[in-house]
């Protein structure tokens, strides 16, 4: 018998400052990857670290100071210098699942910063929840390769971001209709 085949989100709550529901954000991802047109085998990880985890991987692959909220790491890439380079886009349009008989497609990995997603969530999105699921949503978007580096691709993105969330995650009842702000990358 064939395994089923599926979208599988690995989760992992490396810090313990900030509560985090990982099964919560495993059923979003799965949603949002599935939305965004990802079929067959297929796995994205999902890493919860603190501000010196994240200080690092920001310093290490973005060159920037100190911790950031988000970042994502496309596995299908070349590898930058000293390894993967993140938010720089991923399976993009015209994404083809692997074969029944071909290994998994490695999606990749959105890191999320649960200390710094809370200090940000008030004047962004609202609440600790809310910000979360913008950026999760905003991760995988990088890696099904959606990019804010220009004012169009801003536009498209944020509204893309918001339809998912419409769909996923603010019709559990997690909250009003209010648009929330991209997160700053």
Not at 116 to 145: F, Q, W
């Amino acid at each position: 018998m064939t395994p089923a085949l599926g979208i599988d989100v690995f989760a992992a709550d490396e810090q313990s400052s900030h509560p985090v529901d990982t099964f919560r954000w495993v059923r979003l991802a799965e949603e949002v990857l599935e939305a965004e047109g990802v079929r067959g085998d297929a796995e994205l990880s999902l890493l919860f670290v603190d501000e010196g985890a994240m200080a690092d991987l920001n310093s290490r692959f973005l060159g920037k100071e100190g911790p950031t909220d988000v970042l994502a790491f496309p596995i299908d890439e070349e590898p930058a210098e000293g390894g993967r380079s993140p938010d720089s886009g991923g399976t993009g349009p015209g994404y083809v699942a692997a074969e029944p008989s071909d290994a998994p497609v490695l999606v990749g990995d959105v890191v999320i910063c649960p200390a710094v997603a809370l200090r940000n969530a008030p004047d962004h999105a609202g609440t600790y929840e809310d910000e979360l699921a913008l950026l999760l949503v905003h991760g995988i978007l990088h890696l099904t390769g959606m990019d804010h580096v220009d004012d169009d691709e801003a536009t498209a993105m944020e509204q893309r971001e918001q339809e998912l969330l419409d769909r996923f995650h603010r019709r559990r009842g997690d909250r009003g209709g209010e648009p929330v702000r991209a997160p700053e990358a």
